[in-house]
């Protein structure tokens, strides 16, 4: 069992930044693979970004250059950073870790940028 709790979302201003943490704990080790997923109301649930164990990421084509996604592994721990915040960015934002063959979600946080 996996728990992914989110914080660092909020209200920010176009052309502002935030950051949002997820920290995992559990009966977990070595986690490969932490991410992040969106979802605008009214959307799916859309893919933000990933990262490997090995610090290898990807992105979605979105948020390429704005957005930046880090972890530390000692603290199981995934990381992102988002600057250049446009509204279209508004969305609550979710943890993911995909782990013993389950997919784990956190509660998500929302992420509001004003125009």
């Known amino acids: 069992q996996v728990q992914l709790v989110e914080s660092g979302g909020g209200l920010v201003q176009a052309g502002g930044s935030l950051r949002l943490s997820c920290a995992a704990s559990?009966?977990?080790?070595?986690?490969?693979?932490m991410g992040w997923y969106r979802q605008a109301p009214g959307k799916q649930r859309d893919f933000v970004a990933t990262?490997?164990?090995?610090?290898?990421?990807h992105y979605a084509d979105s948020v390429k250059g704005r957005f930046t996604i880090s972890r530390d592994n000692a603290k199981n721990t995934v990381y992102l950073q988002m600057n250049s915040l446009k509204p279209e960015d508004t969305a609550v934002y979710y943890c993911?870790?995909?782990?013993?063959?389950?997919?784990?979600w956190g509660q998500g946080t929302q992420v509001t940028v004003s125009s």
């Open positions: 990262i490997w164990r090995g610090s290898t990421t």
């Open positions: 559990g009966s977990i080790f070595s986690i490969n693979t």
């Open positions: 993911h870790v995909p782990w013993g063959g389950e997919h784990y």
